[in-house]
């Protein structure tokens, strides 16, 4: 007994060393990507750029966030993107038909009751999950595909625009200089991260992701906590449905499609394990500036976007063949 108390600080110190590696890591490869950009890029240092930026990463930012919660508990959430999509789709659809006589009340109550569809969808993989026993991944592509086709069918393959100014605010309003989009993605990235570092609740997910047998054998459980990391995820796959609807004042299924796989690179370069148990929400953060900092700095440089996803799958690449040898060890 003795032996395992004194084995748990040390841990607890190779774990803290871990992540302050991982930050340093992320924070590295983010100064280093704009000093180099600055050099190479015309007008890349500017309050415009930055402010683009800005713009730009709260969509990405909070799909990987919603993808970050169920690689660390050892599966994934391939359905992500189109539950950002039934989200916005079921917003817009309140905002114009049902709640439209209600004024400016109409937009937080169809907020209300998108983030509710968000959390359904993700509720139900979690109890597939967790009562079913089936992989996450079987699941998550047959909600994924599920929610395609009915997305499809609602709109018969168009979409919804045309939202009020006040939800328009939204997505190009900003807030001490700062733009709300980004203002949205800090706040859900600080509860995401205060979730997982300072509650029961997260402890347990990091449990689960690295040992599902151990966790239900120490009275976890195993069960609940699968269904509230995908219904969290479904929540955040949700807001950030809200932020694409709000930037680009409409809607439509497959919206950000390609956004999906990108998820999964972000949190693996910041540090996820692709088998559970680690991941950290600030190196994904930094993690995600990076690349939208490379992707901008491309942009300016009269680059292909094209060319800068290839730039980002080279940087998984290169990540995961120098991280390996320690996620095996782990």
């Not at 990463?57 to 359905?79: F, K, R, V």
């Not at 509710?116 to 992989?135: D, P, Q, R, S, W």
């Not at 009915?150 to 939204?170: A, D, N, W």
């Amino acid at each position: 007994m003795n032996k395992r108390l004194n084995k748990q600080p040390s841990t607890a110190r190779l774990r803290l060393g871990g992540d302050t590696i991982e930050v340093i890591a992320m924070t590295a490869l983010l100064i280093g990507s704009i000093g180099l950009f600055s050099l190479l890029a015309p007008g890349f240092l500017t309050a415009t750029n930055f402010g683009s930026m800005s713009m730009q990463l709260p969509e990405l930012g909070l799909l990987s966030l919603a993808m970050l919660l169920p690689i660390i508990s050892g599966g994934l959430n391939l359905s992500v993107t189109f539950t950002a999509n039934i989200t916005g789709l079921m917003t817009a659809w309140l905002v114009q038909g049902l709640l439209a006589g209600m004024g400016i009340l109409s937009v937080p109550m169809a907020i209300i009751a998108g983030l509710a569809v968000g959390a359904a969808a993700g509720f139900l993989i979690g109890v597939i999950v967790a009562y079913v026993g089936a992989h996450p991944i079987l699941v998550s592509l047959g909600a994924m595909i599920f929610l395609q086709g009915v997305g499809e069918f609602l709109t018969r393959g168009g979409g919804i625009s045309g939202m009020p100014e006040v939800f328009q605010t939204i997505g190009s309003g900003s807030f001490l200089g700062i733009p709300i989009p980004m203002l949205i993605f800090l706040a859900a990235a600080a509860g995401l991260m205060y979730i997982m570092h300072f509650t029961r609740t997260g402890f347990s997910i990091y449990m689960l992701g690295s040992n599902p047998r151990a966790t239900e054998y120490s009275g976890v459980n195993v069960k609940r906590v699968l269904i509230t990391v995908y219904t969290i995820s479904g929540i955040l796959a949700g807001l950030a449905g809200m932020v694409m609807l709000a930037r680009f004042n409409s809607v439509r299924v497959g919206h950000g499609e390609s956004y999906l796989l990108i998820t999964v690179l972000a949190c693996f370069l910041a540090g996820a394990n692709p088998f559970g148990g680690f991941g950290r929400v600030l190196p994904l953060v930094l993690g995600l500036m990076s690349l939208q900092v490379i992707a901008s700095g491309m942009n300016l440089m009269g680059a292909s976007q094209h060319l800068a996803t290839a730039v980002w799958g080279a940087f998984l690449i290169i990540v995961m063949a120098l991280r390996m040898p320690f996620i095996k060890q782990s």
